[in-house]
């Protein structure tokens, strides 16, 4: 049987690279961070600072599970290709804790004073936007 396992290269393995010059290594985290800018103000605009602020823990919050490596494919794989279940696991403990700590809320109607109820409500464009991104950064 040959051998499919995956390699990857180390720091040791891999020829030193130059340093990037100038803006190289750094534009793309300045194109999102003005773009989470640009949508912080657009929400401040139509919504309010409170909206804003969401936006911002939002994107705060993103950027820190992008950064540690907190995703929903790579368990998964894990799971099926290297027999290795532990995030995995960790999966299902935070779909448990969600559970359990969810529809109490849901059946009491309220938590913190907001009211929640569990509405159907029609696709729109927001929630085609919202599964587009969802899907990037489950990928």
């Known amino acids: 049987m040959p051998d499919t396992s995956l390699t990857l290269d180390t720091r040791a393995t891999v020829a ?4 990037a010059v100038g803006l190289g290594r750094r534009l793309p985290w300045l ?9 912080a103000w657009m929400a ?3 919504g309010g600072w409170r909206l804003a602020v969401l936006l911002l823990v939002g ?9 540690s490596g907190f995703g929903f494919a790579g368990p998964w ?3 099926l290709v290297e027999r290795r279940g532990r995030g ?4 299902l403990a935070l779909l448990a804790a969600l ?4 529809f109490p809320l849901l059946s009491a109607g309220e938590a913190f004073g907001q009211p929640l109820t ?18 990037l950064g489950a990928q």
Do not use: C, N, S
């Open 99 to 102: 559970t359990v700590l969810f």
């Open 77 to 79: 794989r894990a799971l």
């Open 88 to 91: 995995f696991r960790a999966q």
């Open 59 to 67: 994107g705060g919050l993103g950027f820190a599970l992008y950064r």
């Open 31 to 39: 194109v999102v961070g003005a773009l989470l800018a640009a949508a």
């Open 16 to 19: 030193a690279r130059p340093a």
């Open 118 to 135: 569990d509405l159907v409500r029609p696709v729109g464009v927001a929630l085609l936007a919202g599964a587009v991104l969802f899907g």
């Open 44 to 46: 401040w605009a139509a």
